[in-house]
């Protein structure tokens, strides 16, 4: 079947240390989001890319970083440098003709 | 910011239809109306989107107003399964450049009732 998947579904990590969370689609989708989430509130985007080794930032990018190094595949790192990193993530990808977003499962990261 | 208006909650009885008002007056020509739900803890779900059409598929239908200024979503017979926020969304076709990304607003929860 074809879909987005995250993982972890659940992460942890200490203050100050740097986190990936993955995102694989196999839908050959072009663009792909990420966007937080946090409790009682909407979407914001992180980061999107609309081609491989392309990339542009969102409205909250400041602390992450992201690579596109191949077309299914688009991770997300999560640096000692973001204050508030406790969110729940959100992946997303959209095909070429542009209709429906589909969205993975998200990764609830939580620092300690 | 969002573009669009929606009420921070609505209850449903079960089996009743469920009706979800979006307010988006500065929508322009190129945007479509699109519509998405999220279950607790889980990614949004597509539901439906359109221009200036009414349009229906197996989940829902979406009335758009003449002027295009306003939508309802209508769930026809909402099941408990039903409850979750529902976002209303307006976004340009234009694939190229930031105009096309979905702008998530706080949305409506809908609360169906037995």
């Known amino acids: 079947d074809g879909g987005i998947t995250q993982s972890p579904k659940y992460l942890f990590r200490k203050e100050g240390q740097n986190v990936t969370l993955s995102c694989e689609q196999n839908?050959?989708?072009?663009?792909m989001y990420w966007y937080r989430q946090d409790p009682g509130q909407g979407l914001r985007l992180i980061y999107y890319?609309?081609?491989?080794?392309?990339?542009q930032k969102g409205d909250i990018a400041e602390g992450y970083s992201v690579s596109r190094e191949k077309k299914e595949s688009f991770p997300l790192t999560v640096t000692s440098a973001q204050k508030n990193p406790t969110a729940f993530y959100l992946c997303?990808?959209?095909?070429?003709?542009?209709?429906?977003?589909?969205f993975g499962p998200g990764t609830r990261l939580t620092v300690l | 910011d969002a573009k669009t208006t929606q009420p921070p909650s609505m209850d449903c009885a079960e089996g009743r239809a469920a009706n979800l008002p979006c307010n988006h007056s500065?929508?322009?020509?190129?945007?479509?109306v699109y519509w998405y739900r999220q279950i607790h803890s889980q990614g949004p779900q597509y539901i439906i989107h359109?221009?200036?059409n009414n349009e229906t598929n197996e989940m829902a239908s979406l009335i758009i107003t003449e002027d295009r200024k306003s939508s309802t979503l209508i769930l026809p017979h909402a099941t408990l399964r039903d409850t979750a926020v529902y976002y209303c969304?307006?976004?340009?076709?234009?694939?190229?450049?930031?105009?096309?990304?979905?702008?998530f607003g706080k949305g409506t929860k809908l609360s169906v009732k037995p």
């Open positions: 500065t929508i322009s020509g190129n945007e479509y």
């Open positions: 969304i307006v976004r340009s076709l234009n694939y190229g450049g930031s105009q096309g990304n979905l702008i």
């Open positions: 839908l050959n989708h072009d663009a």
């Open positions: 359109g221009l200036k």
């Open positions: 890319s609309q081609i491989v080794n392309d990339f």
């Open positions: 997303a990808s959209i095909s070429h003709s542009y209709n429906e977003q589909f």
